[in-house]
């Protein structure tokens, strides 16, 4: 199967939920992280509906709303860290902890980090594109056809 269209908007099942998302999104520019994608507006030709554009922050700090809150829609915010232990001091401060996502080459690393991250659930990727983790297993992912 060949994907030919991407999708740039996401459909949100309540108005409240946008206008969450795009307070937050918002409070990520005032507060000085980099947009790079997307951001408050809605998506062209999706006026009528709860639609949020997909966006990306970089230049995040762990103090920021957009670091601190969960935001349930199609928002990227990156935290750059200078070591493992920074790495792993921001992803545990939270306090939710729902899930964590870790991306390595390194599967000694992965093991390693993966066990200092509180998260009831999480995915690490490994270098080779169809494996990774799942709750401490490594599983195969689906092949596309």
């Known amino acids: ?65 957009i670091a601190k809150e969960e935001i349930f829609g199609p928002v990227l915010s990156i935290i750059p860290f200078e070591d493992e232990k920074e790495a792993i001091e921001i992803a545990n401060d939270t306090p939710y902890g729902l899930a964590a996502y870790l991306q390595t080459g390194d599967t000694e690393r992965a093991e390693r980090v993966s066990r200092q991250l509180r998260a009831g659930g999480g995915i690490m990727t490994l ?19």
Do not use: C, H, W
Request: no cysteine.
């Open 1 to 65: 199967m060949t994907i030919k269209k991407a999708v740039y908007a996401l459909s949100l099942n309540t108005n409240r939920r946008p206008n969450k998302i795009i307070d937050l999104i918002n409070s990520g520019i005032e507060e000085g992280a980099t947009l790079v994608a997307g951001g408050p507006e809605k998506p062209n030709g999706l006026e009528k509906g709860y639609f949020v554009k997909p966006t990306i922050f970089t230049d995040v700090t762990n103090d920021m709303r």
């Open 127 to 145: 270098e080779e594109p169809r494996q990774g983790y799942f709750l401490g297993k490594i599983v195969k992912k689906a092949k596309r056809a």
